[in-house]
Structures are given as C-alpha cells and as structure tokens.
C-alpha cells in the first residue's frame, strides 16, 4: 500500500497533468537541497523516497577511482587503497561508497526551502506538459470555453491550459459572455519566463475552412477541395472551392439547397459577408471570378515574376470593383497571391495616348515649315491644335475631317503637302529644281535670312511691310517666303475665290 505522501504526490501530478515521477524526483531534490544546507557540505548527495513508507533516505556518495588514476576531486572521490582500509577487500574501482545522513534534525528553515524547491519542479514540469501539449497542434481548431474577459483580451480555457485571445484576432461582430463555449484557432505557443503563453483566434481564415468542413459533406470527403481563403474578420472571406468530380458543382456544393449551409456559416461567424468563388488555374479567370461582384472587362499579366496583374473595368465598374475602403480587391488580391493593379476604361485610355505621345517625342517642326498648306488651311490646322508637323503626320483622315473647315478636296490637299515636305513625289509630280551655281544658292539663302529678320523686326516694332518689298523680297528667293499680315489678308480672300486644289499654292 502505497504512503499518504505518495497518494499526494499522484493526486497533485493528475490535477497538474504531469508524471507522478516528476514529483518524486522534485520531492527528492528537494529534500537533498535542504540537507546539503543544513550539513553546510558540498559533497554529491541524492535522495530515495520510500513509497511504501514514505521515509526519505538522504546519502552522500564518493567514487573509488585506482592507483593508476589522479585524485582530482577529494571530496566525491577517493582512492582505492584508503576505501579498502575502511571498508574491507570487496571495494572495487568504479563503486560508491554510501554514507547516509540523517535527516530527523532539520529545521523549519530547511522545510521551507523544499516546499520552493518541489512548487518550482512542479511549475516546470507543468510548463512543458502544456508546451509540448499544443505547440504541434498550430493552426487547429479547438473548443474553448470563455474563462474571462482582461480588458481588450479574453482568456478561454483549452482543458489542459488557459489561452489568450488579443483583440486583434477577434471579430469585431462577436461578443461573448463567461462560460459560452466557443471554436478558436490556435495560432501559437510562446515559452515565457511565467510560462507557455497560448494564443488564440476568432480571426484566421482557418476557422472558415473548419466550418465549411463541418457544414459541406462534399468538403469533409475531399469531393470539393478548398484552394485559397482570404479573410477580414467582421467584413467579408472570399473561398476559392474546386470539385474533383466533374459532375459536382463546387460553389452550388458550399451554398447548399435554398443557401442553407452558407447561412449557417455565417450565423456561427456573426453575419460575416462570404463569398464562394470556383477556382481556376488560368490567373486570368481566376481574377475576374475574384473581383465579383464586379464585371471585369480584360485582364493581362504585366510582370510574371513578381506576379503582377493589370485589370480594366468599366468606368461605372470601378468604384465596385475596388471595394469599400479597396476592400474588395485587396481581398482578392490575398486570394490570388498576386499584385493588382485595376484601372478603369478611361484611365487606361489616357495612359496610352501619354505612352503614345512620349515614344513620338523629340524635336518637333512647326507646322509653318509645311509652306504648300496655305495660311487659310494653316490657321484651321492651329486653332485645332494642331501645331507641328509629326503631329500633322500622324493624324488620319477622320481626325482631320473633324476640324471645321476642312473638306474632302483640303484633306487630299494636306496630304499631298506633308508628302512633299517629306520628300515623297508621285509619278507626274514635279519636283522643286535645284539650284544651279552654288553661288546663287549662297545668295539665296543670304536673302532668305534677311527677309526673316527683317520681318521679324516689323513684328516686333508693330509695322506692317509694304506688299511691293516682299514682292520683290520673293523674286530674290528660290523657295516661297512668308509674306506679310496686310499681303496674307490679300491672299486670304483670294485663295477664298478660286477652287481648291491639290498642287501648289500660286
């Protein structure tokens, strides 16, 4: 029959849920401290518990070691000889020699010191009985029952350890009361000076895929599978499911007949917002199912290697598509694992046109280099805009269509002066002749520089050139000038006259 110590010792280690034989080794070191302090000696000690009597023999022990070897510790050890001259010729090299101790004489202060001693062993012990306990059992759900609320924090009881809940994993829609039972996440186990600190949670994206196991038989039996889950606690989940079986519809599946197992989800989660997407392997379709309830209109991949996407919607999708405070797409952006950039119709349609205009950069020329247009087609062209050549050049007859006051006749006129000014001649067309003497052609230019300055000036002074010198300014060039604002007026209303026409200006 086991001692009453004993039976303490076994009610206490099932109340700890830790091995009796802990206790008993606590109890012993225990009682071997105190001795050791009581005899002031520094001499190897250990302790025996008796468990049928209760009785705990102290006894200190030295080692015999040989002649051959060195006597490196006079205290725990001794020498053959000498132990054979004390005990006898039956000592042998490598025993003990026992010498116990009487423990009868120890005070209160010796006492105390073991009862520190055994609740510390026993602290110990039930730290790595919790420990070892949980911190395997990373991300399970698990019943809990509420213990207590600690202000922002609740404290729920797992059984075998208590365990934290911070505020930030617990859903803002929940609150509970003392003692309800609940389901938590374990998120993890923490070693801290006071112990194994356990953490759970309201707010992992686990819990879903625990309820949905609970509530979807196709789930349980791996008939669907859910892929990817992305949650906000309180606001929406977004699950991607997918069926191994053709014939089973893996959304239809998880919603259940008239939405009852998705109801009931959501009545354990508080009225939390979920949706059920099917899932696709193409990242392409993958995300337009991830944006609902957004239409999307086109999505392209921008950066394979660091998973990045670009999604167009319609400019009335946009708003629906972000989400409320970009909820929508930040949570399906979680689903996919990938970086979403989601512009709509119009913004994409200014960013190319600035991507357009940036690659035809460079040095442009104004359109007054295009002298074939005429100053009627040339103010037309400018108040719509249009001021350089590269511009001019790019646009299409539509565009040019557009612009009041040019017609059929003046756009075949456009075209054959910017084909000119290019270089680009067709059959039958006349070419400008060259100069003949270098000479001349040095001349010419002298005179061109002249006239452009001397025009200048008369802008400058805000004097208008008589029409009879730039006449005879024009009969010193080769190629046409610019002529002056009272001549341009005269010009104006004559060309307003004739017909148009697709060769040159008169």
């Not at 405070?325 to 399906?332: P, T, Y």
């Not at 084909?419 to 067709?426: D, L, S, V, W």
Request: aromatic residues 4%; negative net charge.
């Amino acid at each position: 029959m086991s001692s009453a110590l004993y039976q303490s010792i076994e009610m206490l280690s099932r109340e700890k849920n830790i091995d009796p034989e802990i206790v008993v080794h606590a109890v012993e070191e225990a009682i071997v401290l105190a001795t050791r302090k009581y005899y002031k000696s520094q001499q190897a000690m250990r302790g025996e518990l008796d468990k049928e009597t209760g009785e705990i023999h102290v006894y200190a022990f030295r080692s015999v070691i040989g002649a051959d070897e060195e006597l490196t510790d006079p205290v725990n050890q001794i020498m053959l000889a000498e132990a054979q001259a004390e005990l006898g010729q039956e000592v042998e090299v490598g025993t003990e020699l026992r010498t116990y101790l009487d423990t009868r004489p120890l005070g209160r202060i010796a006492a105390q010191l073991a009862k520190q001693v055994i609740f510390q062993k026993v602290r110990d012990a039930e730290r790595d009985t919790v420990f070892n306990e949980y911190a395997h059992r990373e991300k399970e759900v698990l019943s809990a029952a509420v213990k207590r609320i600690e202000g922002p924090d609740m404290v729920v009881d797992l059984g075998k350890a208590e365990a934290r809940m911070p505020r930030r994993e617990q859903s803002r829609l929940e609150s509970f009361t003392v003692g309800e039972r609940i389901r938590v996440v374990l998120l993890k186990v923490d070693r801290t000076a006071k112990g194994p600190q356990v953490l759970v949670s309201r707010a992992a994206p686990e819990l879903v895929q625990n309820l949905f196991q609970s509530e979807v038989p196709e789930i349980y039996d791996n008939t669907v599978v859910i892929r990817a889950i992305a949650r906000e606690a309180g606001e929406r989940t977004k699950i991607a499911v997918m069926s191994r079986d053709k014939d089973v519809d893996p959304v239809g599946a998880c919603v259940g007949m008239k939405g009852m197992r998705v109801q009931s989800i959501i009545r354990e989660l508080r009225g939390e917002k979920i949706d059920i997407i099917e899932y696709s392997e193409e990242i392409t379709t993958f995300a337009e199912k991830a944006l609902q309830p957004a239409k999307v209109s086109r999505v392209s991949i921008t950066d394979l290697v660091n998973k990045q996407l670009e999604v167009i919607v319609d400019d009335t999708q946009l708003s629906l598509a972000i989400g409320k405070k970009g909820q929508n797409v930040r949570l399906a952006a979680k689903l996919l694992g990938w970086k979403i950039d989601i512009k709509s119709e119009e913004e994409k349609r200014q960013e190319v046109e600035q991507q357009m205009s940036s690659l035809s950069g460079g040095p442009s020329t104004p359109i007054e280099q295009v002298t074939e247009l005429g100053d009627s087609i040339l103010q037309k062209l400018v108040a719509a805009g249009v001021t350089t050549v590269e511009a001019l050049a790019d646009m299409t007859p539509e565009q040019l269509e557009e612009i009041p006051g040019i017609g059929e006749k003046t756009l075949e006129r456009i075209g054959v002066a910017v084909r000119h000014y290019f270089g680009e001649y067709a059959e039958g067309e006349e070419r400008p002749e060259p100069a003949e003497e270098p000479a001349a052609a040095t001349e010419s230019t002298e005179a061109e520089t002249e006239a452009k300055e001397a025009a200048e000036e008369a802008a400058a002074e805000e004097t208008e050139m008589p029409a009879k010198a730039v006449a005879e300014t024009a009969e010193e060039t080769v190629a046409p000038l610019e002529v002056s604002t009272e001549n341009a007026a005269e010009n104006a209303s004559e060309e307003a006259e004739k017909p148009e026409t697709g060769g040159q200006d008169a």
